[in-house]
């Protein structure tokens, strides 16, 4: 029988963890125990010291969170709110033992590329598993590309997730794909090529404007930046393309990404865009009442409520959050938390440019830049793995991944 060391255990808990998009929502939690289970036997067998900083840094949102309440006046919904994004004080709590530096997780390059490979492998099965299942049980070919974002959203009990975090699932799994090494035989440029295709495709059936800008914007800085093999660059120049053709092909997607061209207020026109522009016009305003610490977790959600209440019927009805995750730290933390969560995350990226680490560069800079557009830590699907990968991937010792200078 297998011993299994303590890294071993360590690896299934992360493993378990890459896979857990697969489960029903209200298993999810479970994946949390089991990884926290496998971590703490590690912690233990290998006696390993609590890294302060690094769990002040990575926590930062929930300790603010935390702090928050002593001014909110809605404490049932804060401790909600907190109970809903226990996330973030979970992984950097346990990421603060394994990120010591005399405790090399991941010299091993395969084990990380397997780890990745398995969060790929998941995001793509579970929209095969969606695909397949609408169309083999009720809707026709056409009517699961056309309506495929809303099904995957109301139609499988205890299954059903936001079209956002799903295509952010892909998202990530383009830029994992991005630091495997491509090696040069047709098998792998076959696989990578299906690989990368499926998640194009499901995307685009999505259409969501904010991940699909984000990663644009990773991808084109990653794939033409200096260093790049010409094999590399022409990978890029094929993903383009392929985006491109969807783009064309997909009149959802046509569609959605013309909204940008015409922003109005929702009294002139009823588009995702021009909500999202009127509940920001909306959260400014009411920003600039409580500039300095905000709302608190518990009143923020509510005030926004209130204002939209005053202005539109529609955006009371669809009972809106700021749909930017920076416009909600501003009106729950106000500047002086946002700043402090801002200042926290750049330490972070200068830490691992320093370590050359790139995935988790490129990684923090998605959730970045989708949080423009997207209260990310609302639910579940963003909160865990945003918490989860932001912390994983700042473990990772690069000095043996062939990626450590910028060339892959």
């Not at 529609?314 to 002086?336: K, M």
């Amino acid at each position: 029988m297998m011993q299994f060391s303590s890294k071993n255990w360590f690896y299934l808990g992360c493993l378990v963890m890459m896979c857990s998009i697969l489960l029903p929502f209200d298993k999810k939690p479970l994946a949390i125990g089991v990884f926290a289970l496998f971590a703490l036997i590690t912690i233990i067998k290998n006696k390993l010291k609590f890294n302060l900083k690094f769990f002040l840094i990575n926590a930062c949102v929930s300790i603010l969170f935390l702090i928050s309440l002593l001014y909110t006046e809605n404490l049932d919904t804060g401790f909600k709110k907190i109970e809903q994004t226990a996330s973030l004080l979970v992984f950097p709590w346990y990421f603060a033992f394994l990120v010591n530096s005399k405790y090399k997780l991941y010299g091993n390059s395969k084990v990380l590329y397997k780890l990745l490979y398995a969060f790929i492998l998941s995001a793509i099965l579970l929209n095969l598993y969606y695909f397949l299942y609408f169309y083999f049980t009720e809707f026709t070919f056409a009517d699961v590309l056309y309506h495929y974002s809303h099904l995957i959203d109301d139609k499988i009990e205890g299954y059903m997730i936001h079209p956002i975090y799903l295509s952010m699932h892909l998202c990530l799994s383009l830029i994992f794909l991005m630091f495997i090494p491509l090696k040069r035989n047709i098998l792998n440029f076959t696989i990578r090529g299906l690989l990368v295709f499926l998640i194009v495709f499901f995307m685009f059936l999505m259409s969501k404007k904010g991940p699909m800008i984000a990663i644009g914007l990773i991808a084109l800085f990653y794939f033409f930046t200096p260093n790049k093999s010409s094999l590399i660059r022409g990978l890029g120049v094929s993903i383009i393309c392929l985006c491109v053709c969807f783009l064309f092909i997909n009149d959802r997607a046509n569609r959605n990404f013309k909204e940008l061209f015409s922003i109005d207020t929702i009294e002139n026109n009823v588009t995702s865009t021009n909500i999202r522009y009127s509940i920001y016009k909306n959260a400014i305003v009411i920003f600039k009442e409580e500039p300095l610490i905000g709302y608190g977790i518990g009143d923020s959600k509510n005030t926004l409520f209130e204002k939209n209440k005053e202005t539109s019927d529609l955006l009371f009805a669809g009972q809106y959050n700021t749909h930017n995750q920076y416009l909600s730290f501003l009106l729950a933390l106000g500047i002086i938390g946002t700043t402090i969560i801002i200042i926290c995350y750049i330490i972070v990226f200068k830490n691992q440019k320093s370590k050359n680490n790139y995935l988790a560069i490129y990684t923090i800079a998605f959730y970045a830049l989708v949080m423009l557009t997207e209260n990310i830590l609302e639910r579940q699907d963003g909160v865990i793995y945003f918490s989860y990968f932001s912390c994983f991937l700042q473990t990772i010792s690069t000095q043996e991944l062939p990626w450590r200078k910028n060339n892959v």
